[in-house]
């Protein structure tokens, strides 16, 4: 199935503020996809957490998680479900 999507987290840690605003339009160019997304602060430690989920194509999922880990001061790390042929 070449359209077939998959339910996948996408989980950033964010140690740079300067990052902010490019994380942010990024996942904007990514909306149609994203189905939530949580952040939290961590101001104890200077860090930004930051975990999305989208219901997307792998490739797209793919093309997120590296621009974003391509960031300074930006770790960025995919986790996807079984594909429907895997279950």
Do not use: W
Not at 47 to 64: G, H, K, Q, T, Y
């Amino acid at each position: 199935m070449e359209n077939e999507t998959r339910v996948a987290t996408i989980a950033m840690i964010i140690d740079s503020d300067e990052s902010i605003s490019q994380v942010n339009s990024i996942l904007h160019q990514y909306n149609t996809y994203i189905i939530g997304r949580m952040g939290i602060p961590y101001r104890e430690r200077g860090l930004n957490i930051i975990n999305i989920v989208m219901d997307a194509p792998a490739d797209a999922i793919s093309a997120l998680s590296g621009k974003l880990g391509r960031l300074k001061g930006v770790t960025s790390k995919a986790v996807y479900s079984k594909s429907r042929s895997e279950v």
